[in-house]
């Protein structure tokens, strides 16, 4: 079986990281996973204003005042990493194979570069589902799904911390390349789940059917069964009204087979599911 051994997680202070760690921590007591929550500060030079000549002195005292705002964030939010480690009984330790702990790192940069330093070595990255309301993670989102290269899992917001995740996974099916990479990223949690079920919509794709992806999965031992359902108004909707109908808690599918600029814009399917989704959802592009 593949193994889900490195969970990245990036975090700042907008009150979204104890949620994402919380469904991080989750997955990693199920798979003795490391989940290592990345802390990024901008840098002095990120801070000072584009195309604007700045005196040395004004220069000096902006970068001594990020610097310190920036040491008080991270003292602050370790303090808040530590408390919330030790109520998610996950250590804080080094990596180790098979054994799920966590650890804190400071990245000074931009968060997508962050995301590419870490990120791309990892089997998951996690990050919080974006408040379109207060403009806070579309970009993180993006950057995750489309210069990683790897599995994202866009985490909602929710009440209590889960105890599992992954108990039934769904996947959307459509035969598309990115619904192939997304299966084949997300395979440590394909073969991890009790129940799985590959959805998809109306006749036959022009790739691989669901039948097909099915026969695959089968030939890894991994046993799935095809919920081929009917398309109404928009696909992506559809689909996440038959993943809580099915009580599957997790769903795998490839993202923004259109562009992302258009489906931000015009709407399309993946962007109905970022918007819309009340499960941990599995993104691949």
């Known amino acids: 079986m593949a193994g889900l051994h490195t969970i990245t997680l990036p975090v700042r202070g907008d009150g979204k990281g104890d949620n994402v760690f919380a469904h991080a921590a989750a997955l990693a007591r199920q798979h003795g996973a490391h989940v290592r929550v990345l802390h990024c500060r901008l840098s002095a030079e990120d ?6 000549a700045v005196p040395g002195f004004l220069r000096k005292q902006i970068e001594e005042a990020a610097a310190a705002n920036a040491a008080s964030e991270e003292d602050s939010l370790h303090e808040e990493f530590r408390a919330q480690a030790a109520k998610l009984s ?23 570069d962050a995301v590419k330093h870490y990120g791309r070595l990892a089997d998951l990255i996690c990050v919080p589902q974006p408040d379109r309301a207060r403009d806070l993670g579309a970009n993180t989102l993006k950057s995750a799904i489309f210069s990683s290269g790897r599995p994202v899992m866009m985490c909602p917001e929710r009440d209590a911390a889960p105890d599992a995740i992954g108990t039934h996974v769904a996947i959307g099916w459509n035969g598309s390349l990115e619904a192939s990479r997304a299966l084949a990223l997300a395979m440590p949690l394909v073969e991890a789940a009790r129940t799985l079920t590959i959805l998809t919509a109306g006749t036959a794709p022009p790739g691989a059917a669901a039948e097909d992806c099915a026969a695959a999965l089968a030939l890894r031992g991994v046993a799935a069964t095809v919920d081929r359902f009917e398309a109404k108004g928009t696909v992506g909707r559809t689909l996440l009204k038959h993943c809580n ?3 599957a808690d997790l769903l795998v599918m490839g993202a923004y087979h259109d562009s992302y600029e258009r489906e931000t814009i015009f709407g399309g399917n993946s962007q109905a599911v970022v918007d819309d989704a009340t499960i941990p959802v599995v993104l691949a592009h």
Do not use: I, N, W, Y
């Open 47 to 52: 801070l000072m204003p584009f195309g604007v």
């Open 90 to 112: 996950l250590p804080e330790a080094a990596a180790a194979p098979g054994r799920a702990s966590a650890s804190f790192v400071e990245f000074t940069g931009k968060q997508v």
């Open 245 to 247: 109908d099915l009580g």
